[in-house]
């Protein structure tokens, strides 16, 4: 379902096949955590042109509960979105958010953050949502470890990783459709920042045998370098014909970085939180609205930027309605930065296609600083 | 500039030519308070075919400043809105929300609720303030009196607004420009509940002479048959052949019946503000959508409606957006309701056309009850 049109060094282009359509890769996934891409209407992401988002199954399960999205006849049913949707399995926000943890072989056992009432998530808990939710790629359980942790720690985290994995991959079979194009489930390697362990977890990962392979667990305060080597290591252990997505990842730079290095899917908050707290992200780096600076500024967000938001508005209007409070404004500054993600993404597959992905990359580098970028 | 094109009984239709085009009326205007209408682009409120919104001078003369919207070429190019505007005169906000308020034969000095400095707005600052916004339609100062008061009272602040309302008229010829089409400046009736003082005061502003009448401090508390008849008393007190508009007001019950008193403009919060509190408007009534007996129901905020909300989300999702806090179902019920309202004042004016207002009044009450309605 997976075909690689284009490659330039290890930078990749392809098409993805999904049961809601095509997803041409390198992509960014807007996150839509508890059913909506926070600020924004279906219809904007429609606009900015967004192929696929993201839902976080811990939030769902909890709220309104996969059941009842079940019954409403699946997640892009339920919130009106026709196009394809990546779920993960809920394993990293229990992980971060959940109440009294207890993990054991069969699963975690937690607290919901919201109401304290008691869940188990099992593999085959976590494949059973996911398909309620109708995802058309879902995500296999795994257990996030907190960095830094010893090799050690890490080595029996990521073998409890492959044997979740392969429950899940049971549970998955068990319960394919005969669709056409029916769910994909992903397997997702860990590791952590050593470089043989990723490479053992990739080699289980892939012995198991999946539709495509996330990389899970960076990101997490680890240096970007470390990150890099990690990732670069990581695919070079993965198939070169299935997607790989490089889970909560991350800054435009850290994408490039990643796609430079054979990855072809990503997803981060940083582009939507980001907008909400006022980040605006431009072809020069990021800027804080709320800077008095910008208070009679009439330029766009990002002048190189042809977004509604940079079409219509000024920085001094969307620093007004930051400084106002206005939701409004968390609409607008949400709109630009995905499309500045979004945006970025389009201009890494036509350089891919061209050949030119190197020199893209050097561009971006010298006109996008990471000064003040909020990660 | 403003033409009545059909009458039906008391009920009016027309058109009012301003510097931003031509709005017909009866016509109801989305509240923009501070330079938003809360939860929408300029783009949504194209969409639901607003064709004037209100700007609050209490709030844009604090906050960004009206100097600084003069300096980015006046309110509409700053918010990007490029249809009229009507701007109150800051008056019942500083008497609603700000601090330390002294009124006197000047004006009234207050202190910003929002950091405690000292402003001073007199009815000559309140013109200037609206030309400095570039308002096509601007308002006078007025004196908003708690209630209830005396005759007394009332009778001496109406006459405050009287005075007050020259000296606003004064001013604002000295400032009119040439423009083929330039702003505009309605009087305001005072005058409490006692409808002598009310045809007293109509008499006074009147005979100043303005574009537009409304009528002020209604919709404070007092019964809805006491406000239907205060209505009645002033708009036959006002010229036919000039737009009337009562303040503030209202439910939709409250806007078709000053309709069939004679009024022909509306604005109020409530659909704005009621949609991000969860209470949807719909044919038959309003409902909150909070309620448990939402969470599985697939059919639409309201079967009768054709907007974006209802065409593509079920109750069960807005649910489920407000019980997550998703600013999305804030837009999504801002949308909606705001279509109700200006989809009520397409039907209004087209029941007039067709001589057949008073079916249409009658239909409306039976169908739309008050019930759940926070108003």
């Known amino acids: 379902m997976f075909t690689l049109t284009h490659t330039d060094g290890a930078a990749r282009r392809g098409v993805l096949q999904t049961a809601h359509g095509a997803i041409e890769t390198p992509v960014f996934m807007p996150v839509g955590t508890q059913g909506a891409v926070k600020a924004l209407t279906t219809q904007h992401l429609d606009e900015i042109g967004a192929s696929i988002i993201l839902g976080n199954t811990y939030h769902l399960m909890l709220r309104p509960g996969d059941d009842l999205i079940a019954r409403r006849g699946g997640l892009h049913k339920f919130i009106g979105w026709n196009k394809p949707i990546l779920t993960d399995s809920g394993g990293y926000q229990v992980f971060s958010l959940a109440e009294r943890r207890k993990i054991n072989e069969n699963g975690v056992e937690f607290r919901s953050h919201l109401d304290g009432s008691p869940y188990l998530l099992t593999p085959e808990r976590a494949v059973d949502i996911q398909a309620n939710l109708g995802a058309d790629i879902a995500m296999v359980l795994d257990e996030c470890p907190a960095l830094p942790s010893t090799a050690e720690v890490i080595e029996a985290s990521l073998e409890l990783t492959f044997r979740w994995a392969r429950r899940c991959r049971v549970q998955f079979l068990k319960k394919k459709g005969p669709d056409p194009v029916p769910q994909q489930q992903f397997g997702i390697v860990q590791g952590g920042t050593f470089l043989e362990l990723r490479r053992k977890s990739a080699e289980l990962t892939v012995s198991i045998g999946f539709e495509g392979y996330a990389i899970g667990g960076l990101s997490v305060g680890e240096p970007s370098e470390t990150m890099y080597e990690v990732v670069s290591q990581t695919t070079s252990c993965l198939p070169a014909n299935q997607p790989r997505y490089l889970m909560g990842v991350g800054t435009p730079l850290d994408i490039i970085e990643a796609v430079a290095r054979g990855v072809d ?103 996008f600083t990471r000064r003040a970028l909020i990660s």
Do not use: W
């Not at 990002?302 to 219509?312: E, K, L, V």
């Open 265 to 367: 899917m990503f997803d981060c908050v940083l582009p939507t939180r980001n907008a909400r707290n006022g980040q605006l992200l431009t072809s020069e780096g990021a800027i804080n609205i709320k800077n008095a600076q910008y208070a009679e500024d009439d330029g766009p967000a990002d002048p190189a930027c042809g977004c509604y938001t940079c079409s219509n508005f000024s920085r001094a209007y969307l620093r007004h309605l930051y400084m106002a409070g206005e939701m409004t404004g968390g609409t607008l500054n949400t709109l630009h930065n995905l499309s500045f993600y979004l945006d970025t993404m389009r201009r890494i597959r036509e350089a891919i296609s061209f050949g030119r992905f190197e020199e893209f990359r050097q561009g971006f580098h010298q006109t």
